[in-house]
Nanobody, 114 residues
Framework: QVQLVESGGGSVQAGGSLRLSCAAS????????MGWYRQAPGTQRELVAR???????NYADSVKGRFTISRDNTKKTVYLQMNGLQPEDTAVYYC????????WGQGTQVTVSS
């Protein structure tokens, strides 16, 4: 059974930081591309950052220079360090694992107040 469990969400003021974590089980973690997506009310889910199995990363333009995705294959965990948070970053953040099949976590709320 595949499980992706996110943690680290919360409420911060603009300019603050949060670190999201996603612990995976039931998958060959090191072979999966891992990603963070987000969905704000009334919008479509969008890619925030992705890290491939070989460590190559890519980011949405809106978060480049502020967010950093990383992975620890020994802990089967992917992280999203978010600095310089802005109100427009407010959303539910979802962890994603992909290797042909996509798996999703339950999401964690991030709220940024001005």
């Amino acid at each position: 059974q595949v499980q992706l469990v996110e943690s680290g969400g919360g409420s911060v003021q603009a300019g603050g930081s949060l670190r999201l974590s996603c612990a995976a089980s039931g998958i060959l973690f090191s072979l999966n591309a891992m990603g963070w997506y987000r969905q704000a009310p009334g919008t479509q889910r969008e890619l925030v950052a992705r890290i491939a199995s070989d460590g190559i990363t890519n980011y949405a333009d809106s978060v480049k220079g502020r967010f950093t995705i990383s992975r620890d294959n020994t802990k089967k965990t992917v992280y999203l360090q978010m600095n310089g948070l802005q109100p427009e970053d407010t959303a539910v953040y979802y962890c994603n694992a992909e290797r042909g099949t996509k798996y999703w976590g339950q999401g964690t709320q991030v709220t940024v107040s001005s």
